[in-house]
């Protein structure tokens, strides 16, 4: 069931513009004043549902974690529910990301030097994972190793510190498939 509110509320109308201002300029740029512009809504408007620019921050850190913890529930009850259907879940779940959530992850991540409370829901979402990648304590060691080396992907992607080529990250969910498979 999802918990996401209407899409034209003005609530959501305001994440939107948060989110795109965010991607394209980076949360060091992120005003209130910009946000409500770029929503249609009135600094007011703004204020009735983000009293500051952390609040708005927290707000789009929350958004965001629900959606990947949906895009994941979601692949997880489509997989046969075992360690191997849920890394395997998991390894498609990175490799397929959309850019324009990497880039919202990204920037939200750069916030978190200023911001340190939005880490709270992001932790929640890193538990619930690893919780339920290692419920079959057979398989930890494994389902940990895959776990983080797609959380070490995904950062090396965030932090622009290398992007692997098409044929590299097709070769890497590969064997992390194989890897998984070989769990069960």
Known sequence: MSTSRPRNSARERLLDAA?????????????????????????????YHFKTKEDLLGALVERMMVKLRERYSARMAASDQTTRGM????????????????????????????????LDPVRGVFDDVYGRVTKDR???????AIAAALDGLLLLELLDLHHFTKAQRAAMQRALHDMAERLS
């Open 19 to 47: 989110e795109t201002a965010v991607c394209e300029h980076g949360v060091q740029a992120l005003t209130l004043e910009a946000v409500a512009a770029a929503a249609g809504v009135t600094k007011g408007g703004l204020i």
């Open 87 to 118: 890394l395997v879940a998991l390894v498609d779940d990175t490799f397929e990301m959309s850019a324009q959530d990497k880039a919202v992850l990204s920037s939200l991540l750069a916030a978190i030097s200023s911001y340190p409370q939005l």
């Open 138 to 144: 057979r398989n930890t060691g494994g389902a940990l």
